[in-house]
């Protein structure tokens, strides 16, 4: 019968493998909804996304919703369109809704942090392909810089 | 003068001719009218001898390899208040480089040398062409289930290479040093993607499954039939596919990750 232990020992081999993907897959990486689940689509545009980059967390107070998906220059003056892939977890995001480019942590990577507007009966709900027109651009450190010594020469 | 052109002629013609015996070999090896039922048990017996076998070698090193990553890790990460990174660290270098690299050059070491030499002894005690002398086509009976059992066992080594790695991390990183336990995984959660990292670690081993187990095999069934020969092929299998392993995961890297 050594070729039933044979099968047997394969066999377990075949498990252990198994097992340690899904140690992988549901321990180590992210078991995110957002990798499968339903999800819709919202654009905005940004007059400078700074550092943003595609699969750039979308947060709202802090909790990942979505991720940027796309990142591209739209129309006669070139501007920065970026298209956010959302949960469909989360769908009841009225159109007073604004959004800013933001940077966690001093030194740390930029997100696009969604504020959720107010809702009574004049507003709309965001649906799949619409767009937020309330944005605010990423802070560029050197822009600030300038504007701060533009400001203190006219003192 | 004259000679020298001649002899750069002659290793050139020698390489290009290698290359093309090995892909008839594959090909032939591999393609040919499938036959389940006798080749399953072949198959099986060599996935015992090259997976299940270098199964503990794999955990022993994963282990240790983790271990050190989170050792290495926290002594650096620790300077900087940013410890809590330690998960993402260690997760991501063996899912991206250290799984199936390491996992590949130990798998080269353990079987692909062993592959080589039995083919190498096959072929020296002419059992080769006796099988062949019955009919049998020894590339489908010898080297098609050995190619197989290599190319399904590395990734399963792989994963389990980065699994028992990331546990090894997290022995060192929580429960020795002291990170905190809810921050390790959460914060590795938060960087490791199922496609990009887990993934790619996945097709980099089936890459190099592919050619690890393509080199010995070859190594082995071309060898000059002689104790010296079986010798130098079985060196030089484990040489030519470190050295391809390593060069190969430069181009994925650049490609998956550049």
Aim: glycine share 12%.
């Amino acid at each position: 019968m050594e070729s039933r232990n044979t099968q047997l020992a394969v066999g377990l081999f075949v498990i252990i493998g198994i097992l340690a993907l899904l140690f992988l897959g549901l321990k180590a990486a992210n078991t995110n909804v957002l990798t499968n689940g339903e999800t819709y689509k919202l654009f905005a545009k940004f007059d400078n996304i700074g550092g943003l980059k595609e699969r750039s967390p979308v947060k709202v107070g802090g909790v990942v919703v979505g991720r940027v998906s796309k990142i591209s220059l739209v129309g006669d003056y070139y501007e920065p369109l970026v298209e956010m892939t959302i949960s469909k977890e989360y769908n009841e995001f009225s159109d007073t809704t604004s959004v800013s480019i933001l940077t966690s942590g001093l030194l740390g990577e930029q997100y696009i942090g969604l504020n959720p507007g107010f809702i009574d009966d004049t507003v709309e709900m965001l649906e799949d392909g619409d767009y937020i027109y309330d944005t605010k651009s990423a802070l560029v450190l050197e822009d600030l810089i300038g504007q701060f010594l533009f400001g203190q020469g006219n003192d | 003068m004259l000679n020298r052109v001649a002899a750069l002629g002659k290793v050139t013609l020698d390489a290009i001719a290698g290359a093309g015996a090995a892909l008839f070999m594959l090909m032939r090896a591999l393609f040919g009218k499938p036959q389940l039922r006798k080749s399953w048990p072949l198959l099986m017996q060599q996935m015992y001898s090259v997976g299940v076998l270098s199964l503990l070698i794999i955990v022993v090193s994963g282990l240790f390899i983790g271990m050190v990553l989170g050792l290495q890790g926290y002594t650096i990460l620790v300077d900087f208040g940013a410890e809590q990174s330690l998960g993402p660290m260690v997760a991501l270098s063996l899912l991206r480089e250290l799984g199936p690299v390491v996992t590949a050059l130990l798998f080269a070491g353990r079987a692909g040398s062993a592959l080589t030499a039995e083919i190498g002894l096959m072929k020296a005690t002419e059992q080769l062409s006796s099988l062949e002398m019955m009919g049998v086509d020894p590339l489908r009976r010898v080297i098609s289930p050995r190619f197989w059992a290599g190319f399904y066992s590395m990734p399963i080594l792989a994963l389990v290479f980065s699994a028992v790695g990331i546990y090894g991390g997290y022995l060192v990183g929580v429960r020795w040093l002291g990170v905190d336990d809810g921050a390790f995984w959460s914060v590795m959660q938060s960087n490791v993607e199922w496609g990009q990292d887990i993934l790619n670690g996945v097709i980099k081993s089936l890459v190099f499954a592919f050619v690890v187990t393509w080199i010995a095999l070859h190594k082995g069934y071309q060898c000059t039939p002689t104790s010296v020969g079986i010798s130098r092929a079985t060196t030089s299998t484990v040489v030519t596919a470190s050295l391809a392993v390593l060069g190969l995961d430069f181009v994925l890297t650049a490609l998956m990750f550049g």
